[in-house]
C-alpha cells in the first residue's frame, strides 16, 4: 500500500515580524459547506462581456483571478469564493487584489501566498482568517512566481517541491485518475482537503473546490479556450498577461474536464458549461 505525504495543516508567513498562520482547506470546516446549493464559477473569458451577470447575482458564486473584478461593477449577494492557484497572477495584476479583494473566502496555494507576503503584506495581515491553503496533489509547493525568490522556502519544504507522478495516487479514494489518456496522465479529486489535480487552468481547481464544498451543481461560465489569445475580459491588448491555455487544451484541459463531468455526473453533481465558446469542445457536458 502506498504512503501518501500528509500535507500540512497550516502555513505560516512572516510578514514585518509578525508571524501570519493560515490554514489550509479541509471540506470538514462547517463554514466550507455550500450546503447542496447550486455553484457558478466565473472565469476569465472574453464571452463574460455578454453574460446576462443580473441573472446569476443571487447564485453562490466562486471567481477566479481578475473575474473578482466584476463585483466593482455588480451586486452578487453570495460570494462562496475566490481562487488563485498561479503566483503570476498576483505579480503581473496587482491592482485587482488590492481593489477588489475585502476578506472573501481566499482559497489559493502557498506560492501564491509568498507572493502576496510580498506583494500585498497588509491584505494578508487584516484577512488571514479568510484564507486556506490549497495544495496541487503531485507538487504541493504549486506554480512558483517568476520573481520572487523562493530558496528559503523550498529549502524547508524540500519534500513539498517534489513532483510525483499522478499515477502514485491510482489507489487514493480521494482521486480518479486516468493512466490511459495518450498524451499524460489526467485526473480530479474528490475531496481537495487531501490536494487537487491540476489540468493548466485555474477554473479546474475552482470546479474541484465546488464539488469538495458539497454543491448541487457547478456552471462554468467564461472558460473560452478558443480564443484563448484574446485579452481577458479583464485586460487590454496593453496589459494582457500571456496565456498558456493553447498549448494545453486539447492535451489536459478538455480531457480533464470531461473527466470530471463525467466523475462528479456519477456523484450526483452536473457540471455545466455555459461558455458559448467552448460548449461544443466538451463531451459530456
Given at each position: 500500500?502506498?504512503?501518501?505525504?500528509?500535507?500540512?495543516?497550516?502555513?505560516?508567513?512572516?510578514?514585518?515580524?509578525?508571524?501570519?498562520?493560515?490554514?489550509?482547506?479541509?471540506?470538514?470546516?462547517?463554514?466550507?459547506?455550500?450546503?447542496?446549493?447550486?455553484?457558478?464559477?466565473?472565469?476569465?473569458?472574453?464571452?463574460?462581456?455578454?453574460?446576462?451577470?443580473?441573472?446569476?447575482?443571487?447564485?453562490?458564486?466562486?471567481?477566479?483571478?481578475?473575474?473578482?473584478?466584476?463585483?466593482?461593477?455588480?451586486?452578487?449577494?453570495?460570494?462562496?469564493?475566490?481562487?488563485?492557484?498561479?503566483a503570476r497572477f498576483i505579480n503581473h495584476q496587482p491592482d485587482i487584489l488590492q481593489q477588489y479583494y475585502t476578506g472573501q473566502p481566499l482559497y489559493a496555494t502557498l506560492a501564491v501566498f509568498e507572493a502576496m507576503a510580498t506583494t500585498h503584506p497588509d491584505i494578508m495581515q487584516t484577512y488571514h482568517h479568510a484564507m486556506r491553503v490549497l495544495?496541487?496533489?503531485?507538487?504541493?509547493?504549486?506554480?512558483?512566481?517568476?520573481?520572487?525568490?523562493?530558496?528559503?522556502?523550498?529549502?524547508?519544504?524540500?519534500?513539498?517541491?517534489?513532483?510525483?507522478?499522478?499515477?502514485?495516487?491510482?489507489?487514493?479514494?480521494?482521486?480518479?485518475?486516468?493512466?490511459?489518456?495518450?498524451?499524460?496522465?489526467?485526473?480530479?479529486?474528490?475531496?481537495?482537503?487531501?490536494?487537487?489535480?491540476?489540468?493548466?487552468?485555474?477554473?479546474?481547481?475552482?470546479?474541484?473546490?465546488?464539488?469538495?464544498?458539497?454543491?448541487?451543481?457547478?456552471?462554468?461560465?467564461?472558460?473560452?479556450?478558443?480564443?484563448?489569445?484574446?485579452?481577458?475580459?479583464?485586460?487590454?491588448?496593453?496589459?494582457?498577461?500571456?496565456?498558456?491555455?493553447?498549448?494545453?487544451?486539447?492535451?489536459?484541459?478538455?480531457?480533464?474536464?470531461?473527466?470530471?463531468?463525467?466523475?462528479?455526473?456519477?456523484?450526483?453533481?452536473?457540471?455545466?458549461?455555459?461558455?458559448?465558446?467552448?460548449?461544443?469542445?466538451?463531451?459530456?457536458?
Amino acid at each position: 500500500m502506498a504512503l501518501y505525504l500528509r500535507l500540512p495543516a497550516t502555513a505560516r508567513f512572516n510578514i514585518d515580524n509578525e508571524l501570519i498562520i493560515i490554514n489550509a482547506f479541509n471540506a470538514n470546516e462547517p463554514e466550507q459547506s455550500l450546503h447542496g446549493k447550486d455553484v457558478n464559477i466565473i472565469a476569465s473569458g472574453p464571452s463574460i462581456q455578454q453574460l446576462p451577470l443580473a441573472e446569476l447575482l443571487d447564485t453562490p458564486t466562486i471567481f477566479v483571478n481578475g473575474s473578482i473584478s466584476l463585483i466593482g461593477q455588480h451586486q452578487f449577494t453570495d460570494i462562496a469564493g475566490y481562487v488563485i492557484s498561479d503566483a503570476r497572477f498576483i505579480n503581473h495584476q496587482p491592482d485587482i487584489l488590492q481593489q477588489y479583494y475585502t476578506g472573501q473566502p481566499l482559497y489559493a496555494t502557498l506560492a501564491v501566498f509568498e507572493a502576496m507576503a510580498t506583494t500585498h503584506p497588509d491584505i494578508m495581515q487584516t484577512y488571514h482568517h479568510a484564507m486556506r491553503v490549497l495544495y496541487p496533489v503531485d507538487r504541493p509547493w504549486g506554480v512558483k512566481s517568476n520573481k520572487l525568490s523562493f530558496n528559503k522556502l523550498i529549502f524547508k519544504k524540500k519534500l513539498l517541491n517534489k513532483k510525483m507522478p499522478l499515477s502514485y495516487f491510482i489507489n487514493n479514494p480521494n482521486f480518479i485518475i486516468d493512466s490511459d489518456h495518450k498524451a499524460a496522465d489526467i485526473g480530479v479529486s474528490l475531496n481537495i482537503t487531501h490536494g487537487f489535480v491540476e489540468a493548466g487552468t485555474v477554473a479546474y481547481v475552482a470546479a474541484q473546490l465546488a464539488f469538495s464544498r458539497q454543491a448541487a451543481s457547478i456552471h462554468l461560465y467564461g472558460i473560452d479556450l478558443l480564443n484563448s489569445k484574446q485579452p481577458r475580459f479583464y485586460e487590454n491588448k496593453n496589459n494582457s498577461a500571456p496565456s498558456m491555455l493553447s498549448k494545453v487544451m486539447n492535451e489536459r484541459i478538455i480531457p480533464s474536464f470531461n473527466l470530471l463531468g463525467r466523475i462528479y455526473q456519477s456523484h450526483g453533481v452536473p457540471v455545466v458549461n455555459h461558455s458559448p465558446i467552448s460548449k461544443s469542445l466538451f463531451d459530456t457536458f
